[in-house]
């Protein structure tokens, strides 16, 4: 599988749109892929844990 | 702005104060619980035992097997309400308790008749509360039109009727702050009533859809653990009325016996639960559901106009959707117990894993054929494709994979791109407990995503501004994105 960033920075993009928008939940979304992307090992729900606190 | 976001609230993160969703005063913030603990329970039965014994009391023995325990009322900041002194001590009033004990657990309940104007019949706040309710859950007009059944209802139930309008002061923001006390006023009004009800064991549909009603508002007050267990303890109501059968398998599905307003409801509970599997996946949810048509049929054709058959075809199918949903939470569940149990070697485990992983993800895709048909049925036999009268421009999106995608979505209509964004979401987290690490493997969950980006952009050209279901999508980007994430690639660099 060749290197994403070009399709990870489409979403990232689209994200922030979002979040220009008043989506406050979009910036959290963008937090927790930066994480996912400098540590693709640790879970999906791992991150949750730490950007999304209120869940919990 | 967003002024109309109704689908951030499922992720329980949007802090601004003027969107939906957000209580802006925390001094009436209201702090009304109960507790569906069965443990507790026993631990309030055993004091009120040996409070009862200590005075020489006549109590009536008490079975231990209430329904559901009863409502705390926890100690509230300062505010109108506290001239109620309710303890968080004793569980009940002291008043109530003793009542309860001297009349015993068959005492019929006592229902307060509503005053004549004493009815939440507000043509403004029909539109609003059944508009939101609707499109937050994607219940087309159900709501809107049952919302006259539950005005009906909930003039012989005071329960029903001042959690309405505790709601009702809730779901207009701009009132909401300065309606905050009174929201919370008919929330102390309609609990001890409830509390009562559950106690004594005789419940009506009015008390079973207020829980519904009141998981909503602790969701949109962002009290996630509340809302959690009145989804449980409106389960437990269920099952006790017997409008859910429970098969030898764990499943339910609503028996004949559901009413079609409780069936709404139930199917609202149903999406609600969903949300909270979304971050809260070790949570106890929603048992795996037995998908019923039959049952969804008796309450969308009561609810929608039955000229609109094929709308009637398209809510069925969300319903099948929903139920993948919760089957998916469970396979996840269910995959990460296996993949920690000692009784399996890891290659036992990753083969089982696999097997249900390829069950549910024929489940899921033949699912999206559906969508796929109905639509194309629907094409065929009414109005064509309105074209948008602007558009915007959006960067497009760079895939060099799987190109013929975009023009499949530019045929669709914006229903079934929302659709197949859902399905497309619960395809790739059924692909998470076996391949928990983020990146592009398996592959179906790499296509997934590359559905998502291409809908999502259509979507935008189309309408470019949020008008509702946003939080959807957004969540269906953040999969995406977490695909696009790749081990072998690190900050971008092949490894």
Known sequence: MQNLITEFEWVQQRLSEESELGHSSATKMIGLLKIAWNRPDVSFWEIGKVVFPKLR | ????????????????????????????????????????????????????????????????????????????????????RW????????????????????????????????????????????????????????????????????TTNSVLRNVLFAFITYINSKDRTFQAAQCAIHLHDAIPSLQRA???????????????LLAYLAFWWRKATSAKSHLNGFLKMLLHAKYLDLDEYGKVSPSAGMPPLVLLFWRAAVRLDQYFAFL????????????????????????????????????????????LRNLTVHYNRRAMT??????????????????????????????????????????????????????????????????????????????????????????IHSTIAGSPIAGPTPEVRFRAAVEICYAILILKRRSPFAVHGRGRFLQALMFAGYTFCSAKCILGIPS
């Open chain 2, 198 to 212: 559950l106690l004594v064991q005789n419940i009506d549909d009015g008390n079973i859809i207020a829980v519904v």
């Open chain 2, 280 to 323: 809260r996946p070790e949570d106890q949810t929603m048992p795996p559901i037995k998908s019923s048509p039959e049952s969804s049929l008796r309450y969308i054709t009561h609810f929608v106009d039955r000229s609109l058959a094929e709308n009637t075809q398209w809510l069925l199918l969300m319903d099948e959707l929903e139920d």
């Open chain 2, 338 to 427: 296996v993949q920690l149990s000692s009784n399996y070697s890891t290659l036992e485990s990753e083969k089982y894993i696999r097997r249900a992983e390829a069950k549910l993800i024929q489940k899921i895709e033949r699912s999206l054929s559906n969508l796929l048909l109905t639509e194309a049925d629907h094409k065929n036999r009414s109005a064509p494709i309105i074209e948008p009268v602007w558009s915007s421009p959006v960067e497009p999106f760079p895939a060099a994979y799987f190109p013929f995608l975009v023009e499949k979505y530019e045929a669709y209509s914006d229903r079934l791109i929302e659709a197949s964004i859902n399905n497309r979401v619960i395809l």
């Open chain 2, 1 to 84: 702005m967003v002024s109309n976001c109704i689908t951030c609230a499922g992720f329980g993160i949007c802090d601004h104060p003027n969107r939906l969703g957000e209580f802006q005063s925390s001094r009436y913030s209201p702090s009304i619980e109960i507790i569906y603990d069965e443990e507790h329970l026993k631990q309030v039965n055993s004091r009120r035992h040996s409070q009862s014994s200590s005075t020489n009391s006549t109590t009536s023995s008490s079975d231990g097997h209430a329904l559901i325990s009863p409502i705390v009322l926890v100690k509230r900041p300062s505010g109108i309400i506290n001239s109620r």
């Open chain 2, 87 to 154: 303890s968080s001590e004793s569980v009940l009033p002291h008043e109530l308790s003793s009542f309860l004990d001297d009349v015993g657990p068959r005492f019929p309940l006592y229902i307060q008749l509503p005053q004549p104007d004493d009815s939440p019949f507000d043509d403004n706040m029909t539109y609003f509360l059944g508009r939101r309710l609707d499109t937050f859950l994607g219940l087309s007009e159900c709501f809107s039109s049952a919302y006259e059944s539950v005005c009906l209802l909930s």
